[in-house]
């Protein structure tokens, strides 16, 4: 019974899209951090913000309590997990995947090369903002379609 309960909890979970990045889940996200159930019967949920200024921490703790009691997996606890601190690298190979087809270039540890453009695959980029729609990316342009796109910053 508890394990389904958890299993069930991590399903709602992911249909909990993330509102900066609608193309993920929380839980491609990897900020999803733990999913149990207490002696008392409650499900605690661990959730690590991207950064500890993020805007939609509200919302997505908003959204996680709304998906888990739609599935009828009250009563429930979200609590925050500060440390340790979110990495861009707990983002799920299928997170990565989504982040390519949306048209957001996955973060790229020890990579010193130039993104390549989602849209047409050129590595003639440069970075026009160290900042993009969100602090966790940053603006690009590539000099051969002459689009712009975002790249996930390495956190």
Not at 17 to 25: K, M, R
Not at 41 to 64: D, F, K, Q, W
């Amino acid at each position: 019974m508890v394990a389904t309960r958890v299993e069930a909890a991590w399903d709602a979970l992911a249909t909990v899209e993330d509102p900066e990045i609608p193309a993920l889940s929380i839980v491609d996200l990897g900020i999803v951090r733990s999913v149990a159930v207490q002696s008392d019967g409650a499900l605690t949920i661990g959730l690590t913000p991207t950064y500890s200024g993020c805007p939609a921490t509200e919302v997505i703790h908003a959204s996680a309590i709304q998906a888990l009691t739609a599935a009828g997996l009250a009563p429930l606890r979200l609590h925050t997990v500060l440390a340790p601190a979110w990495s861009s690298e707990w983002i799920s190979a299928e997170g990565r995947r989504k982040l390519a087809a949306y048209g957001i270039v996955p973060p790229q540890p020890n990579s010193d090369r130039p993104p390549a453009c989602p849209r047409c695959a050129s590595v003639d980029t440069d970075c026009i903002s160290e900042f993009g729609s969100t602090p966790c990316k940053a603006l690009h342009r590539c000099r051969d379609c002459l689009e712009p796109f975002e790249r996930f910053k390495c956190i």
